[in-house]
Structure formats: structure tokens, C-alpha cells
């Protein structure tokens, strides 16, 4: 305010009062920044264009009428009403006014007495500025901080599942192991572990909430997910909805993971399926997007560059304002009871949050909805083609003694049977103070320990770091209802570290020990 001052008084030292004018009337006359003067009275003296823009009102409909209650809600008015009575100012409050169309406008409003040199006041000055992006990025921020949280707690709870499940898997496999297929119990049991594998795979879900989920990348070609996305889609689809794929050639490359794309890319086609129970049509388009500064801001984490952006489009029942803003909220679902966890477009939010993009969702009532994901782009193209791993069959241990470190007691029972039935000894401890004695005192005859990582009192990193400078060079598996990314880059480094996520079968087991005691370099 002082440069202008300082200016002004330049231009009126020189004499020349039509620069000093032509400033002024650009100043007012912008259409960013709404002015308006109203007189003693409340009768609209001038209007300038940026307040014609904002409250959809022209000059001519408000000059010579007076400040009108319908513009404004009955509490702003009243405070303006006050401020006119009183001389008061009022600065940068935040109010909504109700435009000529109808619709409600967010401004930042300030109002301020004007006064000649005498001190009287001839006029009171208004000024309005838009509001709606400031509170566009206050409710990203919000929702971020509360997608955060959420999945913070889901870790939590999906860690402390697992857990369960592994005790849960375990047993039920043993069981099965010791009837024959035609038993009358075997249809129980498989109900049993299929259930209990569901279990797992809704944890799974759950940890891609978190916000330290991470999963094993890779450079991929996102038109050859979409295809496999869709090889497995046509089945479950009848022949009412027409399926279409827009693929763009040459499109660039991404860095992720295959299958949490796929999971999320399936996720919306069946929720799309859903939304179309009397037929439609379903397009999945693929296209390479520059993100500049004409792009609206849709998300906290849109940052500038090259994207790979995917599209699947349905013509089903749609949702309104409302639903659109909860869809990506956990256990918010539109679906009957019994129908669907909640988790679903959760666990989508997750994996594009995790991958570094971010999702838009655009829907009308009737008409239908599109999803747009957004991928950061790493090279020009990739071929399609992707490749898949042989599963090799584990070989029993040959007695060596592993030792076992957990909290849970179940994972201690269970873990032990596994071991004995794959040809190894196995020695348990329920904490750290009792495994740091076993090791102690059995120190040459132990092969392997088992590590807990979230244990009460000392952790298994804390753990680690004992018997590090005991034994340097003794394989450590450590274990845990969280994924890999709990551990910092020192340990996943540690040729002599190996992880194994919770719930873990009796075969990943036996794979694991494999590399261990017959691969040791791999």
C-alpha cells in the first residue's frame, strides 16, 4: 500500500493526473477483484467488473438500488447492516453471497468507511474476492490428513489380523493333512480355509491403505494391464454390457506394481458393472497427459510433468455431489448390506496414492461415471510383454535348529509344527529377553532365527542389533503382519536379512529356507 501511495503522489507532483487515472481505472476496473461503493444510505454507487463476475449481478441491475438482504445470508447482512450504523470495519471475513442464478458464491468480503479530509464519511468501500479455491485446497488438505490417519490405523489392524490368520491357516492346513478328500470333514475344512484366505486378502486391502504400503516395482506398459484387467472382466459380464477399449499405441512407460494396478483397474470395471444392472457401456481409454498450470488442482500430490492417465468410463446410474465425495472414504459403500466391505475404492485411492499419482472422479445422476487415473510417466514406450517366475519346490531341512522369537504364542505353536514337518528342529521363545537366552546358550548349535519385528518391550530391529554383534553372519528372517517397509534400506541390504510377510503356508516357508541353507548367494 505504501508503493502506491509513494506512486500516486509522483504522478500528482508531476502534474500529469491522467496516468494517475488510467492506473486507477485498471486497478478498479480488473475482473479478479470485485469493488463496489455504497453511500450513507446503502444505494450501490459504482460496481466494477470483477463484482459483475463474482455475484453475477451487471452494473445497471445494482447502481442507484440499495444493499439488497437477498445478495447475502441474514448474518452477513446483519453485520454489514452494523457496520454501516456503527463505523466499523469489516476485513477479509469469509461469507457466501446468493449469485443472480441462484447458486451460492464463497468470497472474502472486507468493507471499510471512506472519509474526506475532514474525517467525515462520504462513502464505504467493499471488496470481494473469490473464496472457492482457497476452500478447494482447504478440503484436499483435509481429506489427505484424514486418508492419512485412516490408513495408519488400517496397518494397525491388518498387523494384528495377520497375526490371527497365520494361527488360522496353519492349523487348518494340518487338519487337512491328516484326512483323506472323501472324510466328511474336508468340506468343512476347505470352507474354512477358504475363508480364512479372503481374511488375508481383505488385510491386503487394508495395508494398501497404509500410508507406509509399499509394493515391489517394476517398468511397465499400462495397455497390457488393461488387457489383462479385461481378459478377466469379460467373465464376469453378460452380454447387456458392450465393452470398449480406446488403447492409445505409443503410450509411455510407468513404474509400479502389476498386480496392485491390475487389482485397482479391476476394481472400478466391476464396481462400473454394478452401476450398470439393466446394461450400458463400459470404455477404458489410455492416453499420454502433460499436467501444466491449466490443469485444475485435483489433488494435494498433482505435481507438474508427463502422466500416463487411464479412463474407465461406464453409462450407469451415477452418484450426486455428495456420494461422489465419500466414495474413497473405508466402509462408505453404496451397496445393499452384506454386498460389499467399503474397502474396495479405498484400496484403489491407496495403490494410485502409493504409485505416486492421483485419481479423479466426475459422475452424474442418470448419466453415468468416469474415473481418470493419473501415472507418472518414466520412458517413451515398453513392449507388452511381460514375464513370469517358475515356482520352484522346496526340499526338506536337514535338522538344522531354527529359533523362533514372536509374542504371539500361536505363531510359536504354528511356526513350530511347520518346522518340524519340514525336516528342521525348532526352538521357541515367547519374547525378546527369553529368544536373547536361547541364542545365548545354544549359540554354535542354532542354524537361524525367526525374528518378530513389533514385539512389546524390545522390538525385533532392537533384537537384531544384538545378535548382530554376537553373530554377524547368522541368517535372520524377519517377520510381520506389516509389509517390507517397515524396514530402513541398511537392513533390506544385509545380504544375511530375509523378510517374509504374515500369513505365511507351510510352502513359502520351506522356499524361504531353500534360499537360505541350498542358494545362499541368491
Known amino acids: 500500500m505504501d508503493d502506491f501511495r509513494e506512486l500516486f503522489a509522483k504522478i500528482q507532483k508531476s502534474g500529469n493526473s491522467r496516468d494517475y487515472l488510467d492506473i486507477m481505472e485498471a486497478i478498479l476496473e480488473n475482473d479478479l477483484v470485485g469493488f463496489a461503493v455504497i453511500d450513507l444510505d446503502g444505494e450501490y454507487k459504482a460496481f466494477n467488473r470483477g463484482a459483475e463476475k463474482l455475484t453475477g449481478f451487471s452494473k445497471s441491475e445494482l447502481l442507484g438500488s440499495k444493499l439488497d438482504s437477498a445478495l447475502y445470508s441474514e448474518e ?25 442464478d441462484g447458486r451460492e458464491k464463497e468470497l472474502i468480503f472486507s468493507m471499510s468507511p471512506q472519509r474526506n479530509s475532514d474525517g467525515a464519511i462520504t462513502c464505504y468501500l467493499q471488496i470481494l474476492i473469490d473464496n472457492s479455491q482457497k476452500k478447494h485446497l482447504q478440503d484436499l488438505l483435509l481429506h489427505s490428513q484424514k486418508m492419512e490417519t485412516i490408513g495408519e490405523m488400517a496397518g494397525g489392524i491388518a498387523h494384528d489380523f495377520n497375526n490371527l490368520l497365520e494361527g488360522i491357516l496353519g492349523y ?12 466328511e ?22 495395508l494398501t491403505l497404509s500410508s507406509n504400503r509399499t509394493a515391489e516395482k517394476s517398468i511397465l506398459n499400462c495397455n497390457a494391464l488393461i488387457r489383462e484387467v479385461i481378459k478377466l472382466f469379460e467373465k464376469t459380464i453378460d452380454k447387456k454390457i458392450v465393452l470398449e477399449t480406446n488403447l492409445f499405441r505409443n503410450l509411455k512407460a510407468i513404474s509400479g506394481s ?11 470395471c466391476l464396481n462400473a458393472k454394478d452401476a450398470m444392472p439393466d446394461g450400458g457401456k463400459l470404455v477404458v481409454t489410455s492416453a499420454n497427459i502433460e499436467v501444466d498450470d491449466s490443469y485444475p488442482k485435483i489433488s494435494l500430490s498433482m505435481a507438474y510433468g508427463s502422466y500416463v492417465r487411464i479412463s474407465i468410463s461406464d453409462t450407469g446410474i451415477g452418484m450426486d455431489e455428495r456420494t461422489v465425495e465419500k466414495i474413497f472414504e473405508p466402509f462408505f459403500t453404496t451397496k445393499a448390506r452384506g454386498e460389499g466391505t467399503g474397502l474396495g475404492l479405498n484400496m484403489v485411492y491407496g495403490i494410485v496414492h502409493n504409485h505416486g499419482g492421483f485419481i479423479d472422479v466426475y459422475s452424474e445422476v442418470g448419466k453415468g461415471t468416469t474415473f481418470n487415473i493419473y501415472l507418472r510417466a518414466e520412458k517413451d514406450d515398453l513392449p507388452e510383454e511381460s514375464d513370469e517366475r517358475e515356482r520352484i519346490a522346496y526340499k526338506p531341512g536337514e ?8 509374542d504371539e504364542p500361536m505363531i510359536l505353536d504354528i511356526g513350530s509344527e511347520m518346522l518340524e514337518k519340514l525336516g528342521y528342529k525348532a526352538l521357541t521363545a515367547v519374547n525378546s529377553e527369553k529368544g536373547m537366552k536361547y541364542f545365548n546358550d545354544r549359540i554354535d548349535e542354532i542354524s537361524l532365527i525367526i525374528l518378530d519385528i513389533i514385539m512389546p518391550g524390545e522390538n525385533g530391529k532392537e533384537v537384531l542389533d544384538k545378535i548382530r554383534e554376537i553373530r554377524k553372519e547368522i541368517p535372520v528372517i524377519l517377520s510381520s503382519g506389516y509389509d517390507r517397509s517397515i524396514l530402513d534400506r541398511k ?9 517374509m510377510q504374515k500369513p505365511y503356508s507351510i510352502g513359502d516357508l520351506g522356499l524361504m529356507l531353500n534360499r537360505i541353507f541350498l542358494d545362499p548367494e541368491e
Open 76 to 100: 452477513d447482512y446483519e453485520s454489514i447492516r452494523n457496520a454501516l450504523s456503527g463505523d466499523i470495519d469489516i476485513r477479509n471475513r469469509e461469507i457466501k453471497i446468493r449469485r443472480s
Open 172 to 183: 487348518t492346513s494340518f487338519m487337512m493333512d491328516l484326512i483323506e478328500p472323501g472324510h
Open 185 to 206: 470333514l474336508w468340506t468343512y475344512l476347505e470352507i474354512v480355509e477358504r475363508s480364512a484366505r479372503k481374511a488375508s486378502e481383505l488385510t491386503e486391502r487394508l
Open 258 to 268: 502389476a498386480t496392485q494396478l491390475e487389482q485397482a483397474l479391476l476394481n472400478i
Open 399 to 406: 535338522g538344522q535348529t531354527v529359533l523362533i522369537i514372536d
Open 491 to 499: 537392513i533390506l541390504d544385509d545380504a544375511n536379512i530375509h523378510f
